[in-house]
C-alpha cells in the first residue's frame, strides 16, 4: 500500500474486495489471513512476481514501481 500511495479503501477498490474485509486482512494485528487467490490477484494487480507477498522482507519498503 505505501508503496503505491493507497489506503485500504482505494486498495479494496483496485482489488474489487470488502473494505472492511481488506482491514481485518492487513492491521498491524491482522484478525484474518490473506487467503492465496487474493495474494496472487494482489501480485498481478500491482505488477509483482508471482509468490512476492510469501516472501518476507525486513529491509522496509523498496519503492520498485516496475515490479521488480
Known amino acids: 500500500m505505501q508503496e503505491n ?3 485500504v479503501a482505494l486498495m479494496a477498490a ?3 474486495v470488502d473494505e ?5 486482512m492487513l492491521a498491524e494485528r491482522p484478525t484474518r489471513k490473506i ?7 494482489m501480485e498481478q ?3 509483482k512476481p508471482l509468490g512476492w ?3 518476507v522482507d525486513d529491509g ?6 516496475l515490479g521488480q
Do not use: E, K, M, N
Not at 487467503?35 to 490477484?41: E, H, K, N, S, Y
Not at 522496509?60 to 514501481?65: C, E, V
Open 5 to 7: 500511495a493507497l489506503d
Open 14 to 16: 483496485c482489488l474489487a
Open 20 to 24: 472492511t474485509l481488506l482491514q481485518a
Open 35 to 41: 487467503p492465496d487467490v487474493l495474494a496472487r490477484t
Open 45 to 47: 494487480t500491482f505488477s
Open 53 to 55: 507477498l510469501d516472501c
Open 60 to 65: 522496509g519498503i523498496a519503492y520498485d514501481l
